[in-house]
């Protein structure tokens, strides 16, 4: 497995303020070295000289120790092959599996995910994102987001990726009973008259398929005429009173609101809503069909180049941010966000799937998350994660360095005064 791009894109070279804390613990070890020898060459003129040498040489032990020490966390002192030294980069793999172990045991564990998700408002984040884009901090983290995702997308195992991807929402679905929330929506549709536009929808339809199948009406009414109304011509005389009237009917149909069909078709569509979220068998029915989508091995293939498409048209997004919110397509998105702000019930519902999703993916993927994250540190340069760290906390640690010193020196004083006075 290759190394993660995010590891690999910085410069060899300390930053300016590991050197210069650096420089400050060397030079202040130097500093209690000096004053040890000048403290000793002085120390027979007067007693005051063995406290300052006292002080000093505690000092330099204190700082060389705790050198030893911080310079032992990250490679052999001096060069030197001393046992249980250069810690990091001789455990890199057991660091990456402990750290595997860690995430699994304290992150992904559906539990704790489910506490945690509990308290976070994915909706509401994700809606003040959405309508307000622009703010410099949100560009700078868009920016910033849109990196690390395009370092993540191009580092990752992508079969085994939109394997995942593709599992979680093939067993989201099997685990979600669809016909009650279509009977939902569809009944939502009709009590806000938005499923107006369908039955319009229905009869353009109809007069199309009325107009392409003319001459298959014609067949029909010719074939099962008589001899003597095929003699006589009145077969087509039939047939276009037939076609006249259907082709009358649909268009009394998109022209009236109040047709008695469009009202029949109406209390069809409720009584189909109501199937859907009460009777047994229509919900049974709904279940079976879409259990043998999903089994079917055409959808595996069309889910395959779903996820291609999806993948490159996130790597699109995460390359140019900006260009996302632009146009229509980013005020239909402004416009997604304030609606995730102002309907709380469909906060709450996005809230509840991120939950239920996260959860089961925990449950179901933790174990393959933690072998990606155990493979991919075992597949670092040693010498990269190394620097990688010692750059991270080296700060930190010359601090160490310095109150060792000090600290060091402070003991010996005492030590020194306890001598001098008992």
């Known amino acids: 497995m290759r190394p993660t791009p995010l590891l690999l894109s910085s410069s060899g070279a300390a930053p300016p303020a590991l050197r210069r804390m650096k420089l400050v613990a060397l030079a202040l070890l130097l500093a209690m070295a000096a004053l040890f020898f000048v403290a000793r060459a002085f120390e027979p003129r007067h007693p005051a000289w063995g406290f300052v040498r006292a002080f000093a040489e505690a000092a330099m032990v204190g700082g060389l120790a705790d050198w030893f020490a911080v310079t032992a966390l990250f490679r052999h002192p001096l060069g030197l092959p001393i046992p249980h030294t250069a810690i990091v980069p001789r455990n890199k793999d057991r660091i ?19 506490r945690r998700m509990q308290r976070l408002d994915v909706a509401g984040a994700a809606g003040r994102w959405l309508a307000n884009p622009k703010g410099a901090t949100e560009g700078r983290l868009r920016r910033g987001a849109a990196r690390l995702a395009v370092d993540m997308l ?20 099997r685990a ?20 107006v536009p369908l039955l319009d929808g229905i009869v353009k339809w109809a007069a199309k398929l009325l107009e392409a199948n003319q ?11 008589g001899a003597l109304m095929r003699l006589t011509g009145l077969d087509e005389t039939v047939a276009n009173r037939i076609i006249a009237g259907l082709d009358g009917m649909i268009h009394d149909m998109a022209e009236q609101p109040d047709h008695p069909l469009r009202a029949k078709a109406e209390e069809g569509l409720a009584q189909f809503a109501d199937d859907l979220r009460h009777d047994p068998v229509m919900r049974a029915r709904v279940e079976g069909f879409k259990n043998e989508m999903l089994d079917n091995p055409a959808l595996t293939e069309w889910w395959q180049g779903v996820w291609d498409h999806l993948r490159q048209a996130m790597l699109r997004v995460a390359r140019d941010p900006d260009a996302m919110m632009a146009g229509k397509f980013g005020e239909a998105l ?49 010498d990269t994660i190394t620097q990688r760290l010692e750059h991270a906390v080296g700060r930190d640690l010359q601090y160490i360095r310095i109150n060792g010193t000090l600290v060091g020196g402070l003991v010996g004083l005492a030590i020194h005064m306890v001598d001098v006075l008992v």
């Open 96 to 114: 990456g599996d402990n750290l595997a172990q860690f995430l699994r045991s304290n992150f992904l564990v559906p539990r704790v995910v489910a």
């Open 154 to 173: 191009e580092s990752l195992d992508q079969e085994r990726l939109g394997g995942m991807v593709r599992g979680t929402i093939a067993q989201r679905l």
């Open 176 to 195: 979600l009973e669809i016909a009650p929330l279509l009977g939902n929506a569809l009944a939502a549709a009709i009590a806000d008259n938005r499923h």
């Open 215 to 225: 001459p298959l009406i014609r067949a029909m009414v010719h074939d099962r005429s």
């Open 334 to 382: 402004r416009q997604l966000g304030e609606t995730l702000q102002a309907n709380g019930e469909l906060a709450t519902t996005i809230n509840r799937f991120a939950r239920r999703a996260a959860v089961g993916t925990a449950a179901d993927y933790g174990d393959a998350i933690v072998r990606l994250v155990s493979e991919t540190v075992r597949g670092w340069d040693a």
